[in-house]
T-cell receptor, first 112, second 113 residues
Framework: DAGITQSPRHKVTETGTPVTLRCHQTENHRYMYWYRQDPGHGLRLIHYSYGVKDTDKGEVSDGYSVSRSKTEDFLLTLESATSSQTSVYFC???????????FGEGSWLTVV | DQQVKQNSPSLSVQEGRISILNCDYTNSMFDYFLWYKKYPAEGPTFLISISSIKDKNEDGRFTVFLNKSAKHLSLHIVPSQPGDSAVYFCAAILTSGTYKYIFGTGTRLKVLA
């Protein structure tokens, strides 16, 4: 298994509160990604990073921000959580040379 | 705008028969394609991939076919086994670009014993 750890794995939060999900990798891969999985929508890219402090938007970036201050950590922040952000969030990593992308085990977020 | 599409949300196949999962894409610049398998409450895991310079790649029971002119790829599983029951996602990437892996909506495969 790729060395990817997501935390927290499960969280229930109230609408309007900030939430941060953490992804930690031990593989020293350059690229890191945050996806969300929702019924009928598959896996949609939220943000990704191509290096320390280098990030870019994905398909569904509104309401989310990210930061990468170290190679091994990629944080996803919901500044003010909404019910539409209830989802399963997956972190992924890639070497960036056309190889496969490896996923973490997911973080289940419920916004009530 | 969905750049990678899986038009069949679900598929049921008898054990031992062939499963064919389909995927269409709209961006002709994509040059690398992957299939992932996902079980409930787990992260997706890599299954098989194909470069745009090939039209077929085989790995055991799994074969991926690529038709560039039709912008279509398919995953064949032969023979299908009950343990293959999962959600399958196809993904596409432009390797000379930003390395954004774009995934389809997934197809839930059920293999009946």
């Amino acid at each position: 298994d790729a060395g990817i750890t997501q935390s927290p794995r499960h969280k229930v939060t109230e609408t309007g509160t900030p939430v941060t999900l953490r992804c930690h990798q031990t593989e020293n891969h350059r690229y890191m990604y945050w996806y969300r999985q929702d019924p009928g929508h598959g896996l949609r890219l939220i943000h990704y990073s191509y290096g320390v402090k280098d990030t870019d938007k994905g398909e569904v970036s509104d309401g989310y921000s990210v930061s990468r201050s170290k190679t091994e950590d990629f944080l996803l922040t919901l500044e003010s959580a909404t019910s539409s952000q209830t989802s399963v969030y997956f972190c992924a990593i890639s070497q960036g040379d056309g190889n496969t992308i490896y996923f973490g085990e997911g973080s289940w977020l419920t916004v009530v | 705008d969905q750049q990678v599409k899986q038009n069949s949300p679900s598929l049921s196949v008898q054990e031992g028969r062939i499963s064919i999962l389909n995927c269409d894409y709209t961006n002709s610049m994509f040059d690398y394609f992957l299939w992932y398998k996902k079980y409930p409450a787990e992260g997706p895991t890599f299954l098989i991939s194909i470069s745009s310079i090939k039209d077929k790649n085989e790995d055991g029971r799994f074969t991926v076919f690529l038709n560039k002119s039709a912008k279509h790829l398919s995953l064949h599983i032969v023979p299908s086994q009950p343990g293959d029951s999962a959600v399958y996602f196809c993904a596409a990437i432009l390797t000379s670009g930003t390395y954004k892996y774009i995934f389809g909506t997934g197809t839930r495969l059920k293999v009946l014993a």
